[in-house]
């Protein structure tokens, strides 16, 4: 599996979020969510709702099986550390955070399947 973990740093701690693997996409699959991924943030705010259905069964079985969603996720990571509202979507640091990693995922498909 090719794909990367994301990292992004704000300053006394690192969110990683573990890499997706989407291999299990077809080629026009994938083609779908690299556009998809890298229009995110233009009216959406949930990463799942902002892609088809094969990309969004992948992201949500890997980060969000119970539906808590990313801000959870992350929160969980650090063992509770992070306060969960500092990520929500709807917050500035939440939205920037999911549009660098969405960026992330549209390369690491991309790179993949040699699109």
């Known amino acids: 599996m090719p794909y990367t973990e994301f990292r992004k740093s704000y300053g ?6 573990p890499a997706i ?6 080629k ?3 083609r779908h969510a690299i556009i998809d991924l890298r229009n995110y943030g233009h ?3 949930y990463v799942c709702h ?3 259905e ?7 079985d890997a980060i969000d099986p119970n539906q808590y969603g990313l801000h959870h996720f992350i929160a969980d990571s650090f063992g509770g550390y992070v306060c969960t509202s500092l990520f929500k ?3 500035t640091a939440g939205n920037q955070l999911r549009i660098e990693w969405c960026k992330h995922m549209a390369n ?6 040699k699109l």
């Open 50 to 52: 902002a892609v088809r």
């Open 28 to 30: 026009d699959d994938a």
């Open 89 to 91: 979507p709807y917050t």
């Open 108 to 113: 690491e498909i991309e790179r993949e399947f």
């Open 21 to 26: 693997d989407f291999s299990r996409l077809s």
């Open 43 to 45: 009216g959406f705010k």
């Open 54 to 60: 094969a990309a969004s069964n992948i992201i949500g």
């Open 12 to 17: 006394d701690f690192e969110v990683v979020i």
